[in-house]
């Protein structure tokens, strides 16, 4: 099977901060009160008067060289065969943790249940056919979902054209979730 | 100047700080490394052939104990108690916390062997009374004193990787900085083994018993304050996310947590104090012991913290 690998690409110049693809993955995926999948960062640099202010929707970067599934001592947490999509298995997890501490972008949580949880990529979507609840929702239509590794996909392509940056390239987990700049 | 507000994101335990572990995760490595120094230096007691009841041999029915309580304290720490057993359905090659469930799991039953094999040297004729009741046990007994050595070889191998992993378990972790540095497992060897010989101080009968395991100590503690400082070093000398975690003792919020209570009350007083009293000065002898184990328990939990707040992303 050939490997897909899965990305989410962002506008930050489209991105309006309105939050509603956080609103989509909670009704989505069922995410209890007070916990979130997704969330938006908006990141102010300059000195008034001259500022520039960035939103950003971030999530599990679905990492390419992912540490929370290296630190995972049951399994539990690994990589969806075929693709780079990180995800859990309740049934493995023992809420030890390991995973949250290797994860450079802070972006799992323990569930009250007692498992850790985290974006899926909407993986139940994808699988027939449809974005990710995120990029359906978003009203700019800032985000594309798709396969980098194939040359004709709408990220591949806006990866192509258009500049780009990921979040802390440096923590050397090659994320796959990329802002457009 | 950067600026970051962050919407909608208020996980619990993630959000503002890392705060995933608590008390339990610092307890267990400080009595992990506990554990390991008492069967180390129970071992090498053992293959020193020393006799005479000695402490260290004593004191290696103490290990599984410890470490009873300390893998109960990580059992609290789990946030789902009723899967615990699948550590044992997987053995993951590239997880530190993989690697010490299973290590654990053997140091166990080799730590028992030996105490038993031990036990009618190191408690005399109160253990013979003992074994006498329990005529189930003799050939358990025979089979160990006679492995006495293999097992104290075997012993020695399992309580230096249990030291040591308590460490790995930490700097494996390249997402928080503060812990991302390998003298971690050096450093928690030394202050575990350290830990056990003040342990076996205040254990000791005779001042002649005691002496060995001061003199033992203070050469921990030297050692122990070089990887400090090594540590510290490291990161001051590494990348951007380094010195920034630290800052954290060099002047940040940290600061007197580290310098004043880890190295100064942990590490420089019970090592002045060693220091005295092997040159003769008569101080009551469970106060510098105390105070090692003290230090050694507050360095797990200040490295625990430390860890968690520091990160790679700026906010
Ligand atoms: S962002 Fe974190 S949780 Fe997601 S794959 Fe990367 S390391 Fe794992
Ligand atoms: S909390 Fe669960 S998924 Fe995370 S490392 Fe532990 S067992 Fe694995």
């Given at each position: 099977m050939k490997t897909r690998r899965y990305a989410i690409v962002i506008d930050t110049l489209r991105c309006i901060g309105c939050a509603d693809c956080v609103v989509a993955c909670k009704t989505e995926n069922e995410v209890p009160e007070g916990y979130c999948r997704d969330w938006i960062t908006e990141a102010t640099t300059g000195t008034f008067p001259e500022l520039h202010t960035e939103y950003r929707s971030e999530r599990c970067n679905h990492c390419s060289n992912p540490p929370c599934v290296h630190a995972c001592p049951t399994g539990a947490s690994f990589v969806a065969d075929g693709s780079n999509v990180t995800l859990v298995d309740p049934e493995l997890c023992?809420?030890?943790?390991s995973c949250i501490a290797a994860c450079p972008y802070d972006a799992r949580f323990v569930l009250p249940e007692g498992y850790v949880s985290k974006c899926t990529f909407c993986m139940h979507r994808v699988e027939v056919g449809l974005d990710p609840a995120c990029v359906s929702a978003c009203p700019t239509r800032c985000m594309a979902f798709g396969d980098c590794n194939d040359p004709d996909s709408e990220v591949s392509r806006l990866l192509r054209t258009r500049t780009w940056k990921v979040i802390a390239p440096e923590a050397g987990t090659e994320p796959n979730v990329y802002y457009l700049t | 100047m950067e600026e970051f507000v962050i919407t909608q994101k208020a996980n619990p335990h993630i959000d503002p700080g890392l705060a995933i572990w608590g008390w339990e995760v610092p307890v267990y490595l400080f009595l992990g490394g506990l554990a390991a120094g008492l069967l180390l230096l129970g071992a090498v007691s053992v293959l020193r052939a020393e006799t005479d009841r000695p402490a260290a041999q004593r004191l290696l029915g103490l290990v599984t104990p410890i470490l009873g309580i300390g893998m109960g304290a990580l059992f609290l720490d789990l946030e789902h108690k009723l899967h615990v057993w699948r550590f044992y359905t997987a053995f993951q090659v590239t997880a530190p916390m993989s690697w010490g469930s299973w290590i654990l799991l053997f140091a166990v039953p080799v730590n028992l062997l030996l105490a038993l094999g031990t036990a009618g040297n190191a408690f005399g004729p109160g253990f013979r009374a003992f074994a006498d009741r329990l005529p189930a046990l003799a050939p358990l007994e025979a089979w160990a004193i006679a492995r006495r050595r293999p097992l104290a070889w075997l012993s020695v191998a399992i309580a230096v990787a249990v030291g040591i992993y308590t460490g790995i378990l930490l700097s494996a972790y390249g997402a928080r900085p503060f812990w991302n540095s390998a003298i971690l497992g050096p450093l928690f060897l030394t202050s575990g083994v350290s830990a056990a010989a003040a342990a076996l101080q205040l254990a000791a009968r005779t001042h002649g018993e005691r002496l060995p395991f001061e003199r033992l100590d203070v050469g921990l503690l030297v050692i122990e304050l070089l990887l400090m400082g090594l540590l510290v070093v490291t990161l001051v000398s590494g990348p951007l996310q380094a010195q920034r975690a630290a800052d954290l003792v060099l002047g940040g919020p940290m600061t007197v947590y580290f310098w004043?209570?880890?190295?100064?009350?942990?590490v420089l007083l019970p090592l002045s104090l060693e220091t005295f009293q092997l040159r003769g000065y008569r101080l009551p002898v469970f106060v510098a012991p105390a105070f090692v184990l003290m230090g050694s328990l507050v360095f797990r939990f200040f490295i625990v913290e430390a860890g968690q707040v520091t990160t790679w992303i700026a906010y």
């Open positions: 023992t809420g030890c943790k | 004043v209570f880890v190295v100064g009350l942990g």
